[in-house]
């Protein structure tokens, strides 16, 4: 369906056809693909560019800072000049970074790669979630994003277990590679296919101080504010997750590539599961109450894996208590993410670009400060891991305090 007959069948219908909200978490999947793919890579990664032990961390962390700039740049060129074209030049970017990455042999140079290769991937975050707030809010919109969640969730449970089959048969570089061709068809499934949802007479023409002031606009507004700031605590948690699962699995507790993938791929779809339930739940329960359960429920698992880690009951003797714990962190979140998004955008249609990307922005930043937090800490334990994802539902709980006390909360 070319994008002038599937705009109209939107117009029309009010809804997104399948095949778009496919297309439109394909293309969110390439933030994902490009985070957890080469974490099987790490030791190998620390070993060829010169790093030394740990660097591969300090990449990752690298790569969640150019998606808060980048998002933070992206969210106005949505708004301005509409959804595709900012997305077909974020998309651009991503390519050719990739490709740096593939060929550079220096650790510096891969750094730079990886921040600019992240910079061009924002647009991947942005857009998609703008296009779904130009179509639907509200609980439509909370279904269309599970649906979103459902089918870029299945990267995080590929990735790694692709990565470690390249790693079997190739070398790092291999994945940067496989990157490239990915931003490729990206780029041309979204000439063809995809439509810009955002009309002409919508799209904001503004300079530069008028665009930091709406983001300042934005940021004054408590609901926006505190609901992507518990979206943003689940991104610290998550992506601490990211930075040490591969030291806690793959060093302390010996497992190969391959298994380490097999577990990450398992516990993405605990993750994408626990999404589905609270998508399907949306229409009988409130989505503030639904995003407060997954708080109090990652509250209560990130404190057991820390209590439990801290006391030397779990510990690298005991990989199946650990990986359960884990699961259960992440099984909590995935009735915060969604809901938080959602209920962050319901007073910002008129922009929804800016607010996506000042939400973008927020999670990346948090999740980058994760990712040093990581880098930093020793690797002779998995207790650094546990501390570091508890400190995201102490977060998530003042924030959650401070909206149930300052905020009227949604009725729909």
Not at 42 to 53: A, I, K, T, V, W
Not at 88 to 108: E, F, H, K, P, V
Request: net charge positive.
């Amino acid at each position: 369906m070319s994008p002038a007959l599937a705009l109209q069948t939107i117009q029309t219908t009010g809804r997104l056809p399948f095949y778009l909200i496919a297309l439109l978490g394909l293309i969110t999947a390439i933030g994902p693909i490009s985070t957890d793919m080469y974490l099987p890579a790490f030791p190998q990664l620390d070993r060829d560019l010169g790093g030394g032990p740990g660097s591969a961390q300090f990449t990752l962390a690298t790569w969640f800072a150019g998606l808060a700039v980048g998002q933070f740049s992206c969210g106005p060129l949505s708004d301005r000049f509409g959804r595709r074209v900012p997305l077909l030049l974020g998309m651009g970017i991503y390519t050719l970074a990739s490709a740096g990455c593939a060929m550079t042999g220096d650790y510096r140079a891969f750094c730079l790669f990886r921040f600019l290769a992240a910079v061009g991937g924002s647009a991947g975050s942005v857009v998609p979630r703008a296009f779904i707030r130009d179509v639907a809010t509200g609980r439509e919109g909370a279904r269309i994003m599970t649906q979103l969640t459902l089918i870029f969730g299945v990267a995080p449970i590929l990735a790694p277990s692709l990565g470690g089959l390249v790693l079997a048969v190739g070398v790092w570089r291999w994945i940067f590679w496989i990157a490239v061709i990915y931003g490729l068809l990206a780029i041309a499934a979204i000439w063809f296919l995809l439509p810009d949802t955002l009309p002409l007479s919508r799209r904001l023409r503004l300079p530069p101080m008028a665009i930091l002031a709406r983001y300042i606009t934005i940021l004054k507004e408590p609901h926006f504010v505190l609901n992507a700031l518990i979206a943003s605590a689940g991104t610290f948690v998550m992506f601490a997750y990211l930075g040490g699962s591969p030291v806690v699995f793959e060093h302390l507790l010996g497992f190969t590539p391959q298994q380490y993938a097999l577990f990450f791929g398992a516990n993405a779809a605990v993750f994408i599961a626990s999404t589905q339930v609270s998508g399907r739940l949306v229409h009988k329960v409130r989505l503030a109450s639904l995003m407060q359960a997954g708080i109090y429920g990652t509250a209560l698992m990130a404190g057991l894996f820390l209590l439990l880690t801290a006391t030397g009951i779990a510990t690298p003797a005991h990989p199946l208590l650990i990986g359960a714990l884990i699961m259960g962190v992440n099984a909590a979140l995935g009735f915060v993410g969604a809901n938080a998004t959602v209920l962050a955008f319901h007073h910002h249609g008129a922009h929804a670009g800016s607010a996506s990307a000042m939400l973008g922005t927020m999670q990346f930043t948090i999740g980058a400060v994760s990712g040093l937090l990581m880098g930093f800490m020793p690797t002779s334990s998995v207790v650094p891991m546990a501390a570091v994802m508890a400190l995201g539902p102490v977060m998530m709980l003042i924030a959650n305090t401070l909206r149930r006390r300052w905020c009227a909360e949604m009725t729909e």
